[in-house]
């Protein structure tokens, strides 16, 4: 063997693993490091401790407003997503290209930044303030400016992970169905639906992960008022500012451990839809061919 290939291949070796190296350093001390700090925190003082924590009455309070949030904008968007996404994947029409860009708004606006355009709209001084007091309905440091804060942030991806299956499917088999007989909802329901649904699920699992995460746009728009509109996440905040750091480490070790499942099932179906992907654009080639 030629020494000059063998050094070659011995200093892409080194430069490779020096690469990956440098990259698990970088996330040790970014991500790895400081996860397992709060476990270690929430467990610092035993099982017992840390399974108490979970029946203060302020961690339930936040817990089930938690839940009640990601129950309300995981379907509201799970809904809007299948419908934008089937309008954007399936028709052409002046303004397709701004609706993606509008979509994938909350990707590059700070949660902060649209908590205070809610305040601007929905708040004592805002937009629609006149109607609001008219009606006596409170939005701002209220329930329905956390759903509308939730919703905003978990937006796009339900939409983001259909339109791609849509478009690997193609139109055949729906075309097929509606040479049979079959109605535009038949169609949807037995034809469309079950070859997306494990991407609309992967959507679903981001989306819930998102709602029941999310901090910035919620804290804008909550008052953050224990028992009121304390979201779990700003009751981790809460709970350390008030120096109760074994409640503030348990709620923080609940929310790593969701992001955990949330990532462990994001890996499961992006497989799956890339396998579901891959048999839809041969089936569709199939299709062409014949």
């Known amino acids: ?28 001390l970014l991500l790895f490091l400081p996860a397992l700090n709060i476990f270690v925190q929430a467990f610092g003082k035993g099982l017992t401790v840390f399974l108490q924590n979970f029946a203060k009455p302020a961690f339930l309070s936040a817990l089930r407003l938690t839940l009640l949030l990601a129950l309300v904008a995981v379907p509201l ?3 809007f997503g299948l419908c934008a996404a089937w309008a954007i994947a399936r028709k052409r029409f002046p303004g397709r290209t701004l609706l993606l860009s509008i979509i994938d708004l ?16 929905y708040g004592r001084t805002g937009w629609f303030a006149p109607l609001l007091t008219a009606w006596d309905f409170r939005v701002i440091f209220a329930f329905p400016g956390m759903v509308l ?24 088999q729906e075309e097929a169905a509606k040479t049979l007989g079959a109605s535009d ?10 070859n997306i649904r494990w991407g609309v699920l992967y959507g679903v699992i ?9 901090f910035g746009a919620v804290a804008v728009v909550s008052g953050n008022i224990s028992f009121q509109t304390q979201s779990l996440p700003l009751f981790v905040e809460d709970a ?36 579901v992907a891959g048999r839809l654009k041969a089936l569709g080639q199939r299709h062409s061919s014949l």
């Open 1 to 28: 063997m030629n020494p000059n290939v063998v050094k070659t291949s011995r200093s892409q070796d080194y430069v490779k693993y020096g690469l990956v190296g440098v990259a698990l350093v970088y996330l040790g």
């Open 77 to 79: 968007n799970t809904v």
């Open 106 to 121: 909350p990707f590059s606006i700070s949660p902060v930044v649209a908590g205070l355009m809610l305040v601007l709209l």
């Open 149 to 172: 804060a939730t919703i905003f942030v978990s937006l796009p991806f339900v939409v983001r992970e259909v339109i791609p299956v849509l478009e690997e499917m193609g139109h055949d």
């Open 185 to 194: 909802w038949q169609t949807f329901w037995w034809v469309t639906l079950p």
């Open 206 to 214: 981001l989306t819930n992960a998102r709602a029941m995460g999310e």
């Open 240 to 275: 350390y500012k008030q120096y109760d750091t074994e409640a503030a480490y348990g709620a923080a070790a609940l929310l790593a451990l969701l992001a955990a499942v949330t990532l462990v099932l994001k890996e499961l179906l992006e497989r799956k839809t890339n396998r």
